[in-house]
């Protein structure tokens, strides 16, 4: 699946032809199959930027297979972008993930973040600072923790979080 997405993404003939065959996989497959397709098509969408087309195909994963932890993660965490109806929407998606995986640190950076949304700024600020020691590239994290912290009143934590996030990005 990974190779064909990569393979689309090509220029020419070759990058048409592999966007055809996706399409025919995609179009023929059901069920898990399908929910599959979807979520790498949603998680392909992610990387390259399209927030709109990624919710849209994670959605679809999920409608299909509504069971899966690493589609409702990446949907919550495409949720993060929307409204107040989808941060509550992404935590009723994040929460039962975390209660099945309470120490992965995307998944606390994702219910924070959404938490932090919300205005609930002391539940995401434990999330985002357990995140933050874990996760590989934490600087985009380290400046929404400093925003909580900010709302907490916590201005020498926040300046700290923002040298960090500046120094992760050198």
């Known amino acids: 699946?990974?190779?064909l997405l990569q393979?689309?993404?090509g220029a020419g003939d070759p990058g048409q032809a592999a966007t055809k065959l996706l399409n025919q996989m995609v179009a023929k497959a059901v069920g898990a199959a399908a929910a599959g397709w979807h979520y790498y098509l949603g998680q392909d969408n992610r990387a390259r930027g399209d927030w709109p087309a990624s919710r849209q195909e994670l959605q679809t994963a999920y409608g299909l297979a509504p069971e899966r932890s690493d589609i409702k993660s990446a949907l919550a965490g495409v949720l993060v972008a929307g409204n107040r109806d989808d941060w509550q929407?992404?935590?009723?998606?994040i929460q039962p993930v975390l209660d099945e995986f309470p120490e992965n640190p995307e998944f606390r950076n994702t219910r924070g973040l959404l938490l932090a949304r919300l205005g609930q700024n002391k539940a995401a600020a434990a999330d985002l600072e357990f995140a933050v020691t874990k996760l590989t590239n934490a600087a985009a994290s380290?400046?929404?923790l400093a925003k909580v912290y900010d709302a907490l009143g916590k201005s020498q934590q926040a300046e700290q979080q923002r040298k960090l996030a500046n120094a992760a990005r050198r």
Do not use: D, K, N
């Open 1 to 3: 699946m990974a190779l």
């Open 7 to 9: 393979a689309t993404h």
């Open 89 to 93: 929407q992404g935590l009723q998606l």
């Open 142 to 144: 380290r400046l929404e």
